[in-house]
């Protein structure tokens, strides 16, 4: 008798999503609400795999021309077989603001006065795979949540037809791989659904989005008796099973997104002037279906940035300007589009925009071939640009020293980054916890403190 009992009970919350209206609506499990005010309801963070140089983006160092070829000096840089590379890139000031921007990022210097870049950026570690797991987990081990997936355990989702967090990459392989995106020890609901956006056709993207031999209703029906069945086997194994409840949930939203996912998805539904904005490459196509998920509530997209047979791009040992020159074009155009095509939509002041990568690059050269000189990887100070969900605009936050060596005035910690983010989201980082192993967890560990001072 408790046993039909319960399942009936549990039948309730089945019955309640397949008669529920599509369309955005609040996660019967969460609130929506953090614990302070929130200035931002989302994030889409572009990430640069392979790490950007801030020398050549956002951090401006003339000094590094007066003492070009010069070696820098500590124990630290025994392995610089070089000296000082200055940028070759003029750096202007744009917008009201007056904010310095290199020539690389004509896209982004128009929109200067929505820009918030924090220069004194720094991470533990300058090696790749560490350094990724820290900036999307707070870790150097594939071990813990990802910040998407904090996100999502504190405030849910605000559609319930498509998956509240939500992972892009236009190439299968990436660093690290899902551990950039896991939901660790957090329930497996919480994980992120990854798409690979090599094609952009909307069966590519979602393969079997669409059931050719039943339709919504049988699947209805289906969808019901598997419930049933599950719920009889969760009891025999004693209750509480997360991976079965997951799921369960994943075939629940598997159903629903065929209602609303193939809108969603399909972004040859814009105008053509639209796409043209953002690019035609995979990362501009995925930017613009960024903000298409943004839109109809999804709470976190990360969007990567990698190509065919190359997982970490922007990671330029050597050829460094030209291939700066050549991954900037793209990128900063489709970062500058989805902004100011956020902007126009009424959405920007509600979504937060991140853009940059798991580190910087050397000031200094680290090798010559055939006169291509490269920049190595360098932690100890890089640049971070973000724009909307509640930001001051037009602001440059911190500085590194003379030559961008190191973060001097307000250092900014990667677990000062996710505080931020999570703060702008309307969560207090240190009252977001998950009890596991005997100890509460959260995101920044026992770290990191909000930047107001880049808040409006």
Not at 4 to 10: I, K
Request: glycine share 10%.
């Amino acid at each position: 008798m408790l046993g039909r009992m319960a399942g009936g009970f549990g039948m309730l919350g089945l019955s309640g999503m397949l008669s529920r209206t599509p369309g955005i609506a609040a996660n019967p499990a969460n609130t929506g609400l953090g614990n302070i005010p929130a200035r931002a309801k989302r994030v889409i963070f572009l990430f640069l795999n392979g790490a950007p140089s801030h020398i050549d983006t956002f951090d401006p160092k003339p000094a590094l021309a007066e003492h070009e070829g010069q070696k820098p000096e500590g124990k630290l840089y025994k392995a610089a077989n070089a000296g000082y590379m200055p940028s070759p890139l003029e750096f202007s000031r744009y917008g009201d603001s007056g904010l310095q921007l290199s020539e690389s990022l004509p896209n982004l210097a128009r929109i200067a006065d929505d820009l918030c870049v924090i220069r004194s950026m720094h991470c533990d570690v300058p090696n790749h795979e560490p350094a990724l797991l820290q900036m999307h987990t707070g870790v150097l081990q594939p071990t813990r949540p990802s910040l998407g997936s904090w996100a999502l355990y504190g405030l849910g989702s605000e559609n319930e037809n498509l998956p509240g967090y939500v992972v892009l990459r236009p190439s299968p392989k990436t660093v690290v791989g899902p551990a950039l995106w896991s939901s660790g020890f957090l329930p497996a609901k919480y994980q992120a659904a990854s798409v690979i956006t090599r094609d952009m056709a909307v069966d590519k993207l979602l393969a079997n989005i669409s059931n050719g031999s039943s339709t919504l209703d049988e699947q209805k029906r289906q969808l019901k008796l598997l419930s049933q069945i599950n719920h009889a086997h969760q009891l025999r194994r004693g209750g509480e099973d997360t991976q079965l409840e997951a799921h369960i949930a994943t075939m629940e939203t598997a159903y629903r997104m065929q209602i609303e996912a193939t809108d969603a998805f399909d972004i040859s539904r814009e105008p053509v002037r639209t796409r043209e904005a953002y690019g035609s490459s995979r990362f501009a196509k995925s930017c613009l279906l960024a903000r298409r998920l943004a839109e109809r509530g999804v709470r976190f997209t990360t969007v990567y940035y990698t190509e065919d047979g190359d997982n970490q791009p922007w990671d330029s040992h050597n050829d460094h300007d030209r291939r700066h020159a050549m991954l900037c074009a793209d990128a900063e155009r489709a970062a500058a589009a989805l902004i100011s095509d956020l902007k126009r939509r009424g959405m920007l002041e509600e979504t937060l925009v991140v853009f940059g990568g798991e580190f910087g690059r050397t000031p200094y050269m680290q090798k010559q071939d055939k006169g291509k000189p490269g920049r190595d990887h360098h932690h100890t100070a890089f640049s971070m640009m973000l724009a909307g969900g509640g930001l001051k605009g037009g602001l440059a936050y911190g500085q590194s020293d003379e030559f961008g060596m190191h973060a001097v005035v307000d250092p900014v910690h990667v677990h000062d980054l996710h505080a931020t983010i999570l703060y702008l989201l309307g969560i207090d980082h240190e009252q977001l916890t998950y009890r596991y192993a005997g100890r509460d967890f959260r995101l920044t560990d026992v770290f990191g403190k909000v930047v107001h001072q880049v808040i409006a």
